[in-house]
Every structure is written in C-alpha cells, then in structure tokens.
C-alpha cells in the first residue's frame, strides 16, 4: 500500500514554515524523503531509520514515528529553492529492500 | 552524480504494440526500481530487482514484465501497450545498505495513442 502524504499542496512564502506528513500502514525499517523539481528526476533529502538513526540534509529535519508508522518532513525559513515536489519512500527492510513512495506533496514557495 | 542512464528518453507508441524501456547503470548497484509518475498518485513502484534475475512485483505489475540478466540492466516491457499506462517511467537504483539512498534515472515520457 502506498503511504498517504498530508498536504497534498501547500503555497508558501519565502521564509515560513511548513510540515509535510508521511503516514503508512505497514511496519516501517526506513524513510526516505526526496524533492523533485518539474521535469526532473527525485533527489534525496534524508533517510531516517528505525531506531533513530538519519542522514541527509542540513537545512532540512525530519522525525520518524516508529509505532505510528509516520514520518514529518519540517521545512523551516522557507527558500524559493524549497519548491518542487516532496515524496516521502518507505522500506520495509529485509533482503529485497523493496521502497515504495507516497502520493507527493506539492510546495510552491513565493517572494 | 549516480551513473543511471534510462533509454529512450521520449516515446510515442501506438495501443496494441510491445515496448520496452531500458535502464543502465554503471555503479554496480544490487537494487533496480521501476516506477511510473502520473498526477495524483507520486510515484507507483511497478516491478523491482534485488539481484540479477531475481524480481518481483510491485503494487502496479499489471501488463508489465521485467528482466534482469545482468546487473547493469534492468529491463521494463509493456506486452501491449495501452492508453492507460501513458506515464513518465523512472528507474532507480540502490546499493541497499542500511542509511543509503535510492539514485533516479532522468525518466522515460511515453505516450500511448
């Protein structure tokens, strides 16, 4: 099952805030975020694994709910770079490390 | 930047014909995605490879097949083409180590008519 990402948009403007959610409902190993610019490839952000673990972006924090299954995506002091596309990719582990991503999140930061 | 490579870039087909999508990489990456984008639902993994002739399905499988005879490519065909699976098509690819990234190929935009 795909996780479900909340909002599916979200206008901004430059230096604001702003949560992207990540919900799934099957037991999570990792998170993946990746942000993807109009007519271009997804590029990684972050992974956060189960057990606290993470790495990725310096500008960018994430959380991993591991009994709830969730993940947040926190963007502060938005960037016109910020915007683009946001999905959020689940793995469930194990030996074929199958990573299934969400249904995207959709953020336009203005001046 | 990951060596991905995904070929043709653009296709146009006609309903009824087979096609086949080509991903090639050169990081010797164990794991190989296929996922289809299409407005309102992201990214849908159709099939995916976790070493050379070992596949499986992913939640879109549907009138798709894969192949993997080496590990530098992994191969995605539609047996006949439908209107419905016009889309643009991205491979990925993963070494599969606990806190790595998966690496996105520039993507396919094939068009069904």
């Known amino acids: 099952q795909q996780p479900v990402q909340s909002p599916q948009a979200v206008i901004l403007r430059e230096g604001e805030d702003a949560v992207i959610n990540c919900s799934s409902s099957?037991?999570?190993?990792?998170v993946h975020w990746y942000r993807q610019k109009h007519g271009e490839a997804p590029v990684f952000l972050m992974i956060l694994l189960k057990g606290g673990e993470q790495k990725g972006h310096d500008k960018i924090s994430a959380s991993f709910n591991e009994k709830k299954q969730q993940s947040s995506l926190y963007l502060t002091a938005s960037q016109l770079s910020y915007s683009g596309t946001y999905f959020c990719?689940?793995?469930?582990?194990?030996?074929?490390?199958?990573?299934?991503f969400g249904t995207g999140t959709l953020l336009a930061v203005q001046p | 930047d990951a060596g991905i490579t995904q070929s043709p870039r653009h296709k146009v087909t006609e309903t009824g014909t087979p096609v086949t999508l080509r991903c090639h990489q050169t990081?010797?990456?164990?794991?190989m995605y296929w996922y289809r984008q299409d407005p309102g639902h992201g990214l849908r993994l159709i099939h995916y490879s976790y070493g050379v002739k070992d596949t499986d399905k992913g939640e879109v499988s549907d009138g798709y097949s894969v192949s993997r005879s080496k590990t530098e490519d992994f191969l995605l065909t539609l047996e006949s083409a439908t209107s419905s699976q016009t889309s643009v098509y991205f491979c990925?690819?993963?070494?599969?180590?606990?806190?790595?990234?998966?690496?996105f190929g520039q993507g396919t935009r094939l068009t069904v008519v």
């Open positions: 990719g689940t793995g469930m582990g194990g030996a074929t490390n199958k990573l299934i």
């Open positions: 099957k037991a999570l190993y990792s």
């Open positions: 990081e010797n990456h164990r794991y």
């Open positions: 990925a690819i993963s070494d599969g180590l606990l806190n790595t990234e998966a690496f």
